[in-house]
Every structure is written in C-alpha cells, then in structure tokens.
Nanobody
C-alpha cells in the first residue's frame, strides 16, 4: 500500500498550489480520502475530506472557499487545490485513506507560504 503526495513547495501569499496523492495497493474507489496538515509545534488537523464516490466533501472553516478537494477514481488520485494561500497555511500536508477498519497515511509534502 502506498500513498504518495506531490505538488508541495514554496509559494508567495495569495498564490496557489495543487497537491496530488497517488494511491496504490488497495481498492481506491472504496475509500474516503482526506487531507490533513501539521505545522511545527501544532497538532495535526483535518483540512478537507471527500467520500468514496466523490459526492460529499468536507472543509475546515479555515480553508472554506479557498481549498477544493477532488478525486479521480480512474486514476487512483486525490487532489487538493489551494488558492489564496496564507502564511498560516504553511505545514506538512498528509494524504489519508479510510475504509472500515483500514486506514493509510502518506509521507507528507511540505507547503511553505512566504514572501
């Protein structure tokens, strides 16, 4: 089982990034997918989630209207489009998959928002 995140990097405030998480080794279409983030000295927090078929989404209040989660079950990939980025969005972003008693984490990708 693998969850491999990509797309992180350094961006100026107000900029955009698109994170991707490529899944393998399990039946991706059965799993709800989430993005979490963790900043230094802070607890990991849920940023966004999407149901297995993509019909339902969830966003933390801090990212509503700026971030969009989506998934492509044909490509076994979940995305996080991040717009209007703020310095407080800087963190390591993690991909997470859950179904029944099964859960998997990616290794994380760093997002830094700074001028």
């Amino acid at each position: 089982v693998q969850l491999v995140e990509s797309g992180g990097g350094l961006v100026q405030p107000g900029g955009s990034l698109r994170l991707a998480c490529a899944a393998s080794g399990f039946t991706f279409r059965n799993y709800a997918m989430r993005w979490y983030r963790q900043a230094p000295g802070k607890e990991r927090e849920l940023v966004a989630g999407v149901s297995s078929a993509g019909a339902s989404t969830y966003y933390a209040d801090s990212v509503k209207g700026r971030f969009t989660i989506s998934r492509d079950n044909a490509e076994n990939t979940v995305y996080l489009q991040m717009n209007s980025l703020k310095p407080e969005d800087s963190a390591v972003y993690y991909c997470y998959a859950a179904y029944s008693r099964y859960e998997y984490w990616g290794q994380g990708t760093q997002v830094t928002v700074s001028s």
